[in-house]
C-alpha cells in the first residue's frame, strides 16, 4: 500500500479481554517496528521484525504481549488478559530493510487502545 | 545504548515568534538524529534528519536543525511560528548498533495568536 495502515483506529475492551491490534506496511518493507505511546512517556519500543521473523523482542513488557508477521507484511501484535496500564496509542512503523536506522521509519496512525 | 533528552513537556509560543525545542543525545558512536511531528490523531511524520553531511539540516514547514557534537544538541528551529505548527515534536537517535530509532518524551508546541 501506499502507507502504513493500522486497524482498528479505536478499540475499547473490557479488562481481562484479549485485543489484536493489525499493521499493514508499506509494500516492500521487510523491517517492521511496533511502539507503545503513552501519556507523558514519550515512544516505548516493543518490538522489531526483519521479514517474518523478531530479531528485537526486547522491548515486549511482559508475557501477555506478543507479535507475529506473516509472509513478510501485515503484522499483528496480541495483548492477553488486557489490563488498565496497557491503554495507550500502539504505532507501528516500517522501512526498508538495513535503513530504517539511518533514515528514519514510515509511520501508521495508531491504534488508540483504552482498557475500561 | 543510545537516547535523547527532550526538556519541557510543554512549550508555548506565540504565533510570528521563534520556535526553539531542544534536543541532546547520548551515543558512543557518531549518530543518525531525526525530529518527527505527530498531529492530533495521527502517526509521526519525518520532520528533517541528520545523517553526517551538513550539520544544519533544513526540513519541511520551514523548520531547521543544528548539529553540534561539542555539545551533543541536535535542536529544532523555526523562525516564525503559525498556527499549524501546534502539534507535538519527538526527537529521536539511532546508532545503527540495533536497527531501531530511541525517541525522547517529546514536546508539545501550543502556538498563542
Known amino acids: 500500500g501506499a502507507g502504513v495502515s493500522q486497524s482498528p483506529s479505536n478499540k475499547v475492551t473490557e479488562k481481562g479481554k484479549d485485543v489484536e491490534l493489525r499493521c499493514d506496511p508499506i509494500?516492500?518493507?521487510?523491517?517492521l517496528y511496533w511502539y507503545r505511546q503513552s501519556l507523558g512517556q514519550g515512544l516505548e519500543f516493543l518490538i522489531y521484525f526483519q521479514g517474518n521473523s523478531a530479531p528485537d523482542k526486547s522491548g515486549l513488557p511482559s508475557d501477555r504481549f506478543s507479535a507475529e508477521r506473516t509472509g513478510g507484511s501485515v503484522s499483528t501484535l496480541t495483548i492477553q488478559r488486557t489490563q488498565q496500564e496497557d491503554s495507550a496509542v500502539y504505532l507501528c512503523a516500517s522501512s526498508l530493510l538495513g535503513t530504517g536506522w539511518s533514515y528514519g521509519y514510515t509511520f501508521g496512525s495508531g491504534t488508540r487502545l483504552t482498557v475500561v | 545504548a543510545q537516547s535523547v533528552t527532550q526538556l519541557g513537556s510543554h512549550v508555548s509560543v506565540s504565533e510570528g515568534a521563534l520556535v526553539l525545542l531542544r534536543c541532546n543525545y547520548s551515543?558512543?558512536?557518531?549518530?543518525?538524529l531525526f525530529w518527527y511531528v505527530q498531529y492530533p490523531n495521527q502517526g509521526l511524520q519525518l520532520l528533517l534528519k541528520y545523517t553526517s553531511a551538513a550539520t544544519l539540516v533544513k526540513g519541511i514547514n520551514g523548520f531547521e536543525a543544528e548539529f553540534k557534537k561539542s555539545e551533543t544538541s541536535f535542536h529544532l528551529t523555526k523562525p516564525s511560528a503559525h498556527m499549524s505548527d501546534a502539534a507535538e515534536y519527538f526527537c529521536a537517535v539511532s546508532d545503527g548498533g540495533n536497527n531501531r530509532l530511541a525517541f525522547g518524551k517529546g514536546n508539545q508546541v501550543v502556538v498563542i495568536p
Open positions: 551515543s558512543s558512536v557518531p549518530p543518525y
Open positions: 509494500s516492500g518493507h521487510t523491517a
